[in-house]
């Protein structure tokens, strides 16, 4: 079970990464990361998001397909699921490319919330990423996500951690076989799985810590199952989309 220990979230220079790959899908109770964000539709736990501006939240496009925005609402500083400040959905920009020249490519979506949030150990936002991150490292994916293929979202925040897994790697045959769209995605986990996120992870982020700072380098996107051999997880290429992130910014801080 969830332990019920809240960890504020960590400073970099003091993060220890866990690198042990027999731990369950799900990981272990997470820090409380302030920058976490939980959306639901009609009430029920939909995706996790990552706030990356007072008023805007970075989640997965997918999130989104053939749903009426209006039912949506986002929650932000909460640890635990159904908790946090609640916020209305004004606005959501699916990615332009989305599912177009490839399956859940550029899996990326922005949300503006109301009210924007105000800036606490509770609740503040990460970085966008300057460069791509290096292959192997060690990063860390947190979320409300089911802790096996059958199972039911998380109670409370959890967190795992995996290293990124070269994207040529991820795409050869003992993995994916051709399915990675190279542009837009990367791929964090270990060959022999165990370590994965899973449904209700999708939207969150993919947390790397760069010189000194955490950054968003992936949005939670797709897989085969959770934590199967062979199928690490994928994610949405925070890099790839930062042009396309930025110039929505503008527009949406404006409105």
Known sequence: ?????????????DFEFENDEN???GGSSSHMWPWMVQLTYNGRHKCGGVLIDKEIV????????????????????????????????????????YNIF???SYDIALVKIWPPI???NRTSTICLPKFNVPDRQICVVAGWGALGEEGSVSPNLRE???????????NNDQHYGGRIHLLSMICAGYSQGKVDSCHGDSGGPLMCGIDGRWEVHGIVSWGVGCGRRGFPGVYASVSAAKPWIELEMIGMRSL
């Open 58 to 97: 970075l989640t997965a496009a997918h999130c989104f397909k053939n749903l009426n925005p209006d039912n949506f609402k986002a929650l932000t500083g909460g640890y635990w699921i159904h908790t946090g400040r609640p916020h209305k959905v004004v606005q959501v920009k699916m990615h332009a490319l």
């Open 160 to 170: 795992i951690h995996v290293p990124i897994m070269p994207i040529f790697e991820c």
């Open 102 to 104: 490839w399956a859940q």
């Open 23 to 25: 731990r369950l899908i």
């Open 1 to 13: 079970m969830a332990s019920s220990s809240v960890k504020n979230a960590p400073n970099l220079d």
């Open 118 to 120: 105000e800036i606490s």
